[in-house]
């Protein structure tokens, strides 16, 4: 007899959504989120071959070195190192509980680690996270779109200077949003901290956790 504590899946299927068409191709950092209904969002990194004016903005040498990582770090990250390669996002968008998904948008991605949350009348909101190495300001920011992804309207930065890794991004049954995600002082060129593991004198407790709530 089973445990009425666990669960499994039966007659459980598995099919492939997406694969890159350009060669190399690469695609991580999946989101997947409920509209409502049967209705349901998919958003991922691709990186591919850059053609012409397309590739990504190098980042500089300073800015890896203050990160403490090194210059080709993971394969979503080396676009920016190199300007070789793309780095967006791409979009799709399901309306039968996933048995069938079309793609709606694909966007420049100015980081990997995009959150998003969906609602009934196809909107969605992302917050992400920047540091130097994703070669803009620190920050946490949230933006909307309401055409399936195509356009994006930044609406908030939660911390402005401070680094936020957000990780968690929910919506409640009430349509109020929590995210929630490590803090500590920014670091890099420019500010106190010259590298992400180094420690200020001042500070009792150099990393935190933080908690947002958006009621709307």
Not at 185 to 209: A, C, K, L, W
Request: charged share 20%; hydrophobic share 35%.
């Amino acid at each position: 007899m089973k445990s009425p504590l666990f669960s499994s899946a039966e007659q459980f299927k598995s099919k492939v959504l997406y694969y890159p068409e350009k060669r190399p191709g690469y695609c991580g950092w999946a989101s997947f989120f409920p509209f409502g209904d049967d209705a349901f969002g998919l958003a991922f990194n691709e990186v591919c071959c850059a053609s012409g004016d397309s590739a990504s903005a190098r980042i500089t040498l300073e800015d890896y070195e203050a990160a403490a990582m090194p210059y080709s770090y993971q394969d979503i990250t080396y676009p920016f190192a190199t300007g070789k390669y793309t780095n967006e996002t791409v979009y799709m968008l399901s309306e039968d509980r996933g048995q069938s998904w079309r793609q709606t948008a694909r966007v420049p991605a100015r980081t990997r680690h995009y959150w998003h949350v969906g609602f009934g009348d196809r909107s969605m909101v992302r917050i992400y996270s920047l540091s130097p190495a994703d070669g803009e300001p620190f920050g946490v920011f949230s933006e909307v779109s309401a055409d399936l992804g195509k356009t994006w309207t930044k609406t908030a930065c939660l911390m402005d200077g401070y680094f936020v890794f957000i990780h968690k991004l929910k919506k409640l049954s009430n349509g109020w949003i929590i995210a929630c995600g490590p803090v500590f002082e920014s670091f890099g060129p420019g500010y106190t901290r010259r590298g992400r593991h180094d420690v200020s004198e001042d500070v009792i407790e150099n990393i935190q956790t933080c908690f947002f709530c958006s009621k709307d």
